[in-house]
C-alpha cells in the first residue's frame, strides 16, 4: 500500500518568515495530494491540493510543489502569520481524489511572533 | 463548500458496550464515504470505505465485526463501535468524496471524540 513520509515534525519560524514541508510517497500510481490544515481538536481542513497532471499550484500565500519521478510534494507558506499555527498534514490517494486517504504524520508548525 | 456533520461530537461510554458514530452529508449526495480514525497528537489512519449500499472495504489491521459500517442511503453512513475497550478511545472522523471521476476531494465531519471508561 501507500506510504508517505513527511518532515519535519516541528517547524518554528519567526513570523513573516516563508515555511516549507516536505512530503514523500511510495505508490506511483497516487495522482491526488491535498494538504490539510488541523487545528487542535478540529476537522482537518483543505488548504490546497494537486493533482499528477500538475507541478505546481498557487492560492495566495500558500503553495504545493509536486515532483513525480521523485515522489514527493512540498508546501509552502509564504509571509507567515500567528493565524497560520496549526498542525499540516499531507495525503496522497489513488482515483483523483475519490479514494482513501494516506497521511503523513504531520508537521507542528509554530509561528513565532 | 460541502457540509459533512457527524453526531455525536463526543461520547463516553462503559467498557463492552457498543457505540454507534453517524456521518451525514447535508447539502451532496455521497456514493463514497470514508472513516479515519486519529489518536492524541497522532496522523489520522484511513479504517475503512464505506460504499452506499454495498459492504464496507476495511483497511489491513481493522476488524470488521469490531467496527460495524452501514451505508444505507446517499447521505448517511455509520460506524457502530462493538464490545468498546479503552484502547479504542479515540478521535473517529468521517469524509465524503465530491466532484466528478478522477476529480475529486475529500470533507471531512467535525470528528466524534470516544471516551470508553
Known amino acids: 500500500g501507500e506510504n508517505v513520509e513527511q518532515h519535519p515534525s516541528t517547524l518554528s519560524v519567526q513570523e513573516g518568515d516563508s515555511a516549507v514541508i516536505k512530503c514523500t510517497y511510495s505508490?506511483?500510481?497516487?495522482?491526488?495530494f491535498p494538504w490539510y490544515k488541523q487545528e487542535l481538536g478540529k476537522r482537518p481542513q483543505l488548504i490546497i491540493d494537486?493533482?499528477?497532471?500538475?507541478g505546481e499550484k498557487k492560492d495566495q500565500r500558500i503553495a504545493v510543489t509536486l515532483n513525480k519521478t521523485a515522489k514527493h510534494f512540498s508546501l509552502h507558506i509564504t509571509e507567515t502569520q500567528p493565524e497560520d499555527s496549526a498542525v499540516y498534514f499531507c495525503?496522497?490517494?489513488?482515483?483523483?481524489?475519490?479514494?482513501?486517504?494516506?497521511f503523513g504524520k504531520g508537521t507542528h508548525l509554530i509561528i513565532q511572533p | 463548500g460541502a457540509v459533512v456533520s457527524q453526531h455525536p461530537s463526543r461520547v463516553i461510554c462503559k467498557s463492552g458496550t457498543s457505540v454507534k458514530i453517524e456521518c451525514r452529508s447535508l447539502?451532496?449526495?455521497?456514493?463514497?464515504m470514508f472513516w479515519y480514525r486519529q489518536f492524541p497528537k497522532q496522523s489520522l489512519m484511513l479504517m475503512a470505505t464505506?460504499?452506499?449500499?454495498?459492504?464496507?472495504?476495511?483497511e489491513q489491521g481493522v476488524e470488521k465485526d469490531k467496527f460495524l459500517i452501514n451505508h444505507a442511503s446517499l447521505t448517511l453512513s455509520t460506524l457502530t463501535v462493538t464490545s468498546a475497550h479503552p484502547e479504542d478511545s479515540s478521535f473517529y472522523i468521517c469524509?465524503?468524496?465530491?466532484?466528478?471521476?478522477?476529480?475529486?476531494?475529500?470533507?471531512f465531519g467535525p470528528g466524534t471524540r470516544l471516551t470508553v471508561l
Open positions: 469524509s465524503a468524496a465530491i466532484g466528478t471521476s478522477g476529480s475529486s476531494e475529500q470533507f
Open positions: 505508490d506511483s500510481a497516487s495522482n491526488y
Open positions: 494537486i493533482r499528477s497532471n500538475v
Open positions: 495525503a496522497a490517494s489513488r482515483g483523483g481524489g475519490a479514494d482513501g486517504l494516506t
Open positions: 447539502d451532496f449526495q455521497a456514493t463514497t
Open positions: 464505506s460504499n452506499e449500499g454495498s459492504k464496507a472495504t476495511y
